[in-house]
T-cell receptor
Framework: DTAVSQTPKYLVTQMGNDKSIKCEQNLGHDTMYWYKQDSKKFLKIMFSYNNKELIINETVPNRFSPKSPDKAHLNLHINSLELGDSAVYFCASSPRDRGRDYTFGSGTRLTVV | AQSVTQLGSHVSVSEGALVLLRCNYS??????LFWYVQYPNQGLQLLLKYTSAATLVKGINGFEAEFKKSETSFHLTKPSAHMSDAAEYFCADNRGSTLGRLYFGRGTQLTVWP
């Protein structure tokens, strides 16, 4: 009964490859997010979707493309992977209210070699 | 501009000692503040949050935080540290935004010595 689940947990791939990370939430939340945690553990938002609509698109290379087929799913596709893309990527979800509780997935550790 | 500043990237305490992790915010609108804990190789778990109700907020695992507008602070405390408290702690603010993004501090690594 995991609330926010991400797959895969670990992803090791070569430069230039294309990969996807999947995220699903069963909390009935309207909003989903992708955050990136760098090697210094700094967390920064990448994208946010509300009811399948993109509402936040930070300054992220267009090699990163989120897709939300329905409000319970938010996937992240990355083209032409680079060494600098190595990080931990967290999916999160929240209801749409100002005092929202954010629930995070357990993260996907991406290593580009 | 950094919305949330965590003073001290590393804090070490002895087991049983007081834990104090510092967080200051800078948003000009009423903040909604959160403390998260991250154990090694895990996701972020919510410890507590402030959403303009009571200024003293109690969370899980014996942690609490006090919102002080005059000091623009939201420090996290626990009276007596346990070994199991060793983790990375993040303070965050969503600035009351309906868009919902969280602005995170850079984290504080808490080490607990036996």
């Amino acid at each position: 009964d995991t609330a926010v689940s991400q797959t895969p947990k670990y992803l090791v791939t070569q430069m230039g490859n294309d990969k996807s990370i999947k995220c699903e939430q069963n909390l009935g939340h309207d909003t989903m997010y992708w955050y990136k945690q760098d090697s210094k553990k700094f967390l920064k938002i990448m994208f946010s979707y509300n009811n399948k609509e993109l509402i936040i698109n930070e300054t992220v290379p267009n090699r990163f493309s989120p897709k939300s087929p329905d409000k319970a799913h938010l996937n992240l596709h990355i083209n032409s992977l680079e060494l600098g893309d190595s990080a931990v990527y967290f999916c999160a979800s929240s209801p749409r209210d100002r005092g929202r509780d954010y629930t995070f997935g357990s993260g996907t550790r991406l290593t580009v070699v | 501009a950094q919305s949330v500043t965590q003073l001290g990237s590393h804090v070490s305490v002895s087991e049983g000692a007081l834990v104090l992790l510092r967080c200051n915010y800078s948003s000009s609108v009423p903040p909604y503040l959160f403390w998260y804990v991250q154990y090694p190789n895990q996701g972020l778990q919510l410890l507590l949050k402030y959403t303009s109700a009571a200024t003293l907020v109690k969370g899980i695992n014996g942690f609490e935080a006090e919102f002080k507008k005059s000091e623009t602070s939201f420090h996290l405390t626990k009276p007596s540290a346990h070994m199991s408290d060793a983790a990375e702690y993040f303070c965050a603010d969503n600035r009351g935004s309906t868009l919902g993004r969280l602005y995170f501090g850079r984290g504080t690594q808490l080490t607990v010595w036996p």
